[in-house]
């Protein structure tokens, strides 16, 4: 029974799927078998010189950083409301609900009149996130519900000690020392990371 | 009163269940395991009342949809909760309900563990239609205290209003105004107070109703809930411990029907950050407060308790069974000394207790939920035992018992009884002979009218207080022996039922009073209530003792003499002459600071052991949060303390100290770790709950009396006690009617003490629980108000003797003539300090400042 039998007997919920259709080459022997043979090698070959004549590709890092993407995940940021300056996180535990590594640690506490730290009722007290053990899934910034926590481009943080590598509210909230790259629309995949 | 019911079969979603009569279709539903959405349903409130309508359920044969929840079942009733007009209905009533529903999740302490967020995510459209502004209240505001309201997120579903109203009976919380500005709330916006009133934040299915105490503490994946139970009083409340970091952060009630039905008190719920004061012993100390190790702070109190030579005794309180056992056994393996006592005054004798420890005798918790007449006995269930004053509420309201009150004090309860009795401090035994009397001849005398209401009634539960005393306790059992209490049920000449039946249940003075008579600490009986060759001291002999200097060296194991026992400057005294101490405490008190050597204890969420109930029901304290400090398990120290004594217990870990304890005790021996599980149980429901020991002389006395058909006599004092004579302080007059007890200007008033719930390390090491820290107040009749002329509010100077405190005046309508009261236990103001053992009397003087 052919693919397309198949789906076709397989009963009226199957309607809504796409069937894609697969297209293939000609059959072997003939003109097709040498186009085969030598077409689809030429192609490939066609990439390799192109990369020959380019020259040599090292980037001089750390001199010479490598641009990254925008919706690249590197280290996280924490967020300020611009206006009022107050941190956009409530402490709601929400991205440690949702980390699968369990590397960000959230306590909460109330806001006192007067002296506010975020908008809401509660603000985290304590916000921690584990690098060593984070996998930059990017998860805890899909389940915030106030875009408190973003994937930052930062992904320099090599460092001597473990325990370092737990950055605080504090670290998370400063902006990043040196900027990172970011590759301009458009631009080309060459060295990117 | 309970009837056998009839079962039922209905069908739900297509599965067949079998359903008990009257059973609500809910319930059913779940015994199939088809979930039904709810939010207003909650057996524990009483009936439902169908407020939330998330329940509906479509059934043939009736055209619209029907609650679940208030919808009994009938036999062959086909019920349908998937079909599309159901699911239309739930999408409506989620939908509305969100309408006004602020969804500010991300903030609500309710989030994670929310019932609306499961159901809307459950069974609600999943998309909102709202686009109009939402109704706004302030937010969020005192409700009381302890628990803060956010009316914005309330969903209306009268649960917090309806434990108010039908389960602590308070009627404090209302919904007031009408349509979509209702709101739960107070009149005039008085904060709510109630001993139980943290139950609401349990119940409220939204984030409206929250705790200050756990406010923004922890989210459900960031904490643990360990089960144990509450060791605060004698209520012994099932309870699941937050704990976040090593450290309790909440206090929630884990549901035990046998037990607490469900609810826990105030205590039990903030009562926990104590467990973290400044003011715990977090390792052992020497007198002066210098810090030592273990094992130099061992060393040091067996060479002291050695070097005593036997003249040593011990007194032990909040302990578990595990701790009370390796106590006596220290004592009487190590020190080779008999006296130990478990009781903070003199108890009744060996014999009276085996008597009360008949299985035939003992009223459960659950006895009272189908009693007919409860009769409250010497006590006040809210002040001392808080969660079985709901039960014996429930009882009245929902199954219609009747309640009877004898007390000193007015009660908590008497707006709900029957009959009231009234009798003077410490005629408590001459009060109960009266009822005997009354009760078995129809003797005319002051308790004839409570002897009424327990006529004719079939099951009689007698809640008495440990605080009755040992002589009113022998009285109690010949008033059970009238009521004709176990046996064959031959009835009385007087015309009482032929089917009478009555139980007694005890509210002791100490949270683990029973496990620790049980365990062997008491001064005439060892583990198992054995008799033993030699009687010992119990608590108020040994004080002498130690004062004229036959004893020398005490053991104290979470007491605190100097606070908690009647009469403290002797207290004081014999604690000063005993050349050793060797004190056992959970905080720095002023007794611990006497102790030569001082170790800490556990408090109930760090400990591991069994406690056991007044109703007998073994359960077990589970270690729930990390030990602060340097903190070792009390069952080790003690063994190590035993050890270095020279007496090997063999205990190494707490299952082999259950393991010992259970040996020594015959009738706990088919006790094990797993059969008290996470309910514990009731040795007399065990194997070897019969092996209790016989009652010797009372309860043969008592045999013969019904053989010969001959009823109790009114005098009533059949138990000889061997300790009774010794016991007895009170009986000193013989009229009970508080009237005749001070004649009008007289300069004189009978004194009369209670233990305020509130009194205590409770109210003054919890910082929540600070603002309900009691003040010594001096309670007055109006009669003798007015004849001293005091009005409430003057400050007065209470004295005794050479001793006095300090106190402010509130009259009670409710208090006879000549007597007045006072509380035990306050800091600065401690009525224990007026109490020497006796019935007190206690001038009573104006002092013109108002006191600090
Ligand atoms: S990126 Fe993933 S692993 Fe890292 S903190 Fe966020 S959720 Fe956790
Ligand atoms: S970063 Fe976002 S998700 Fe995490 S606690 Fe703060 S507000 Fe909640
Ligand atoms: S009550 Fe529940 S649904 Fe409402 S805001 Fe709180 S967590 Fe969310
Ligand atoms: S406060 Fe909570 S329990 Fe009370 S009516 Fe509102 S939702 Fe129900
Ligand atoms: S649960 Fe049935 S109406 Fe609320």
Not at chain 1, 145 to 155: L, S
Not at chain 2, 679 to 698: F, K, L, M, N, Y
């Amino acid at each position: 029974m052919s693919e397309q039998s198949f789906y076709r007997q397989a009963g009226s919920y199957l309607d809504s799927i796409d069937v894609v259709e697969v297209q293939r080459g000609p059959e072997p022997g003939g003109l097709g078998g040498a186009y085969r043979a030598f077409g689809e090698t030429l192609r490939g070959l066609k990439t390799t010189m192109s990369r020959l004549i380019e020259g040599p590709l090292t980037i001089q890092y750390p001199e010479e950083k490598t641009p990254v993407y925008p919706r690249f995940r590197g280290r996280h940021k924490l967020h300020r409301f611009e206006d009022t300056g107050l941190e956009k996180c409530v402490g709601c535990s929400l991205c440690a609900a949702a980390c699968p590594a369990d590397c960000i640690r959230v306590v909460a506490a109330e806001n006192i009149p007067g002296e506010r730290v975020s908008s809401g009722e509660r603000y985290a007290a304590v916000y921690e996130i584990n690098l060593s053990r984070c996998i930059f899934c990017g998860y805890c910034e899909i389940a915030c519900p106030f875009d408190a926590i973003t994937m930052g481009h930062d992904y320099e943080m090599a460092d001597y000690d473990r325990t370092d590598l737990i950055f605080t509210k504090e670290m998370l909230l400063a902006e990043p020392i040196e900027r990172t790259p970011l590759k301009s629309e458009g631009e080309d995949v060459k060295g990117a990371l | 009163m309970s009837h056998e019911k009839r079962e039922v079969t209905v069908t739900i979603d297509g599965r067949e269940v079998t359903a008990i009569e009257g059973e609500m279709l809910h319930d059913a539903a779940r015994k199939g395991d088809v979930e039904i959405p709810v939010f207003c349903y909650e057996p524990k409130l009483g009936a439902p009342v169908g407020a939330c309508r998330m329940c509906l359920v479509e059934i043939e044969g009736i055209p619209k949809l029907q609650t679940s929840c208030s919808t009994p079942v009938r036999d062959g009733m086909v019920v349908h909760t998937r079909t599309d007009q159901v699911k239309k209905a739930q999408n409506a009533v989620v939908e509305f309900l969100l309408v006004n529903h602020p969804l500010d999740c991300p903030v609500c302490d309710k989030g994670g563990e929310c019932p609306l967020q499961d159901i809307t995510q459950g069974w609600g459209p999943g998309k909102s239609r709202v686009i109009d502004e939402k109704r706004h209240f302030e937010k969020p505001i005192e409700l009381s205290p302890l628990v803060a309201i956010d009316r914005e997120r309330c969903i209306l579903c009268y649960r917090c209003v309806r434990f108010s109203q039908e389960v602590s009976e308070d009627a404090q919380l209302q919904l007031l105004e009408r349509g979509d500005r209702t709101y739960v709330g107070t009149f005039d916006d008085r904060p709510y107070v109630s001993p139980f009133h943290g139950n609401i934040t349990d119940l409220c299915p939204v984030g409206a109703l929250t705790n200050y105490t756990y406010r923004f503490r922890a989210r459900p994946w960031d904490i643990e809930q360990a089960g144990s139970v509450c060791t605060l009083c004698p209520s012994q409340c099932n309870v699941s411990f937050t704990v976040r970091d090593e450290k309790v952060k909440r206090v929630l009630a884990r549901e035990n029907p046998g037990v607490d039905d469900g609810w826990i008190c105030d205590r039990g719920r903030y009562g926990f950050e104590m467990f973290a004061a400044a003011e715990r012993v977090t390792e052992p100390r020497t007198k002066g407060g210098t810090k030592v190790s273990y094992e130099d702070a061992i060393a040091r109190a067996a060479a002291g308790l050695a070097a005593r030579d036997g003249k040593v005794a011990a007194i032990v309180g909040d302990a578990s069974n595990e701790e009370g056992f390796l106590v006596q056994g220290i004592v009487r393996g190590a020190l080779h000394s008999p006296h130990l006592d478990s009781r903070p005054a003199a108890g009744p004798g060996i014999d009276a207790i085996l008597d009360l420890a008949r299985p035939e005798l003992q009223a459960t918790v659950t006895d009272i939920d189908d009693a007919d007449v409860i009769l409250v006995l010497g006590t006040d269930p809210l002040q001392s035992s808080p969660i079985l004053d709901l039960r014996i509420r429930k009882a009245i309201r929902r199954s219609g018992a009747r309640l009877a009150v004898a007390t000193e004090r007015p009660t908590a309860l008497d707006g709900g009884a029957e009959a009231i009795a009234r009798y003077a401090p410490g005629q408590a035994s001459y009060f109960i002979g009266a009822l005997t009397a009354a009760v078995a001849s129809g003797a005319e005398n002051v308790a004839t009218p409570l002897a009424e209401s327990l006529r004719d009634a079939g099951k009689i539960v007698i809640v008495w207080g440990e605080r009755l005393g040992a002589s009113a306790t022998n009285e109690l059992l010949g008033l059970a022996r009238a009521l004709d209490v176990d046996g064959p049920k031959t009835g009385l000449s007087d015309g009482f039922s032929a089917h009478q039946q009555v139980g007694l249940l005890e509210v002791p003075e100490v949270a683990n009073a029973r496990g620790l008579r049980e365990a062997g600490v008491l001064p005439d009986a060892g583990p198992g209530l054995a008799a033993l060759a030699v009687n010992g001291y119990g608590t108020e002999a040994i004080r002498e003792a130690l004062i004229d200097r036959s004893l020398d060296g005490l053991i104290l194991v979470g007491v605190d003499p100097l606070r908690d026992f009647a009469d403290t400057s002797r207290w004081e005294e014999a604690i000063n002459a005993a050349s050793f101490v060797v004190c056992f405490s959970t905080f720095a008190t002023a007794t611990a600071a006497k102790a030569d050597v001082l170790f800490p204890l556990e408090t109930h969420a760090e400990k591991d052991g069994t406690v056991t109930h007044p109703d007998g029901r073994l359960q077990r304290v589970r270690p729930a949060a990390g030990r602060p400090g340097d903190i070792r398990p009390g069952w080790q120290t003690l063994a190590n303390l035993s050890l270095a004594l020279g007496h090997d217990t063999g205990v190494t870990s707490q299952p082999t100290a259950f393991a010992a304890l259970t040996a020594a005790v015959p009738f706990y021996a088919s006790i094990t770790e797993s059969n008290i599980g996470g309910r514990g149980i009731r040795w007399q429901e065990t194997e070897s709950g019969a092996s209790v020991p016989d009652a010797g002389i009372a309860s043969a006395d008592a045999r013969s009396r019904r053989v010969s058909g001959e009823s109790t006599p009114a005098s009533g004092t059949s138990t000889a006690a061997p300790g009774a004579a010794t016991d007895s302080p009170d009986t000193q007059r013989d009229s009970a009617s508080a009237e005749a007890v001070a004649a009008p200007g007289a300069p004189e008033l009978t004194l009369g003490t209670y233990r305020d719930l509130w009194a205590g390390p409770i109210t003054e090491l919890n910082p929540p629980l600070k603002f309900l820290k009691p003040s010594q107040r001096l309670e007055l009749s109006p009669e003798d108000a007015e004849r001293l002329e005091l009005a409430p509010g003057d400050p007065v100077r209470v004295s005794q003797g050479d001793k006095s405190i300090d106190a402010t005046v509130t009259v009670h309508e409710r208090i006879p003539a000549g007597v007045c009261f006072l509380a035990e236990g306050i800091a600065g103001a401690n009525a224990n300090a007026l109490l020497n053992g006796h019935q007190v009397n206690v001038q009573i003087e104006k002092r013109s400042e108002v006191p600090a």
